[in-house]
């Protein structure tokens, strides 16, 4: 009998240790941190004089308070879902907010900014922040963060916590296609420009001490609506010749950062593909209750964003957004932001979480 109590003892030392090793294996994520563009912009933008900015209704009417923070949405975007749902906090602050708190530094912000791109001509276009220039925000936040957290605390918290970048959308839409402001460059060459561009910034990122990035691939431009109305034709269908252009640029982005993953020591670094996810939205937009998937609700849902997205021009804004996959004329509405993060967080953050 005194074996069989040992026996089992020994077993339950053995499963309290594995548990233990387990835990320990896997730090805990401190903080989430992003930089990119609108579609993960909370409001950096409101003190600028841009174009690329919405922080006026009807912007933000299904969030808390039907605040228009400054979000390029009708409600939460991104990296808000981002945040809930592995359990850091419910939205994430705009690095730049006045309200920013020290609870805010410990849990991660966002330096993003509507309208910038891995190349710094696409920022200045919109009078936006560069990559650049929220890189420079982080390092002062690195400063903030040692002043609240100590040297070695705040150390600890930008090497354990995610990072996530969303860009390369306006270059390829903006900058190349829409302003030609690169045409002495064809698609591929300047397909490879974004790439090293892209892989510089991450570098750079690496240097300041991150370790663990998420970088989320471009989505279907063709089939944005505003794409849709200018080079879509009279029936505004999906413009292939952008489309091919996103995924190029998604096949070399992806083999780049598995080059990265390799090279810099101890970093976790992985490609988010969401060009399927929404092209699967928009290609069948019914299957996921959704009515209407080539225009966005504000306005004619043709044309308007940012600006001519506001009460006073957009009178013929929907009054049902779920039903709408696109909010204005670039970005999508809350369910449809839902729907596309929910499988990230699933399928590709538990490397980095």
Not at 34 to 42: H, Q, Y
Request: charged letters at 20%; glycine letters at 6%.
């Amino acid at each position: 009998m005194q074996m069989a109590v040992n026996f089992l003892y020994i077993i339950f030392l053995h499963l309290v240790t594995v548990v233990v090793f387990q835990s320990n294996a896997t730090p805990e994520v401190p903080a989430l941190i992003v930089f990119g563009d609108s579609i993960v912009d909370p409001g950096n933008n409101n003190g600028l004089k841009s174009l690329a900015k919405c922080n006026f209704p009807p912007y933000g009417r299904d969030f808390e308070g039907q605040s228009a923070t400054g979000r390029f949405s009708n409600g939460k975007i991104p990296t808000d879902f981002i945040a809930s749902q592995v359990g850091i906090k419910e939205y994430l602050p705009a690095y730049l907010d006045p309200e920013l708190s020290d609870e805010d530094l410990l849990t991660g912000v966002s330096f993003a900014s509507g309208g910038a791109g891995f190349d710094n001509i696409t920022a200045k276009v919109a009078s936006s922040y560069t990559l650049w220039d929220q890189l420079q925000m982080f390092e002062e936040y690195k400063r903030k963060l040692e002043s609240v957290a100590g040297i070695e605390r705040a150390a600890e918290i930008v090497k354990d916590s995610v990072y996530i970048i969303v860009a390369g959308s306006n270059d390829i839409m903006v900058t190349y296609f829409i302003s030609n402001l690169r045409s002495n460059y064809d698609i591929p060459s300047y397909v490879d420009y974004i790439v090293q561009a892209a892989s510089s910034f991450i570098k750079n990122l690496y240097n300041l001490g991150v370790r663990k990035i998420g970088i989320v691939g471009v989505p279907p431009l063709g089939c944005v609506p505003m794409v849709r109305t200018i080079r879509g034709g009279i029936t505004r269908e999906c413009v292939e010749i952008y489309n091919q252009a996103s995924v190029l640029l998604n096949r070399e982005l992806s083999a780049e950062l598995t080059r990265l993953a390799q090279e810099l020591p101890s970093s976790q670094i992985i490609y988010l593909d969401v060009y399927n996810i929404l092209h699967d939205l928009i290609m069948n937009s019914s299957h996921y209750g959704f009515e209407e998937a080539t225009r966005g609700c504000c306005g004619t849902g043709k044309v308007e964003a940012t600006l001519l997205c506001n009460e006073e021009l957009s009178t013929l804004t929907c009054q049902d957004t779920s039903k709408y996959l696109f909010w204005d004329a670039f970005h999508p509405t809350e369910r449809a932001y839902e729907l596309l993060v929910t499988p990230l967080v699933k399928n590709y953050l538990p490397i980095l979480f």
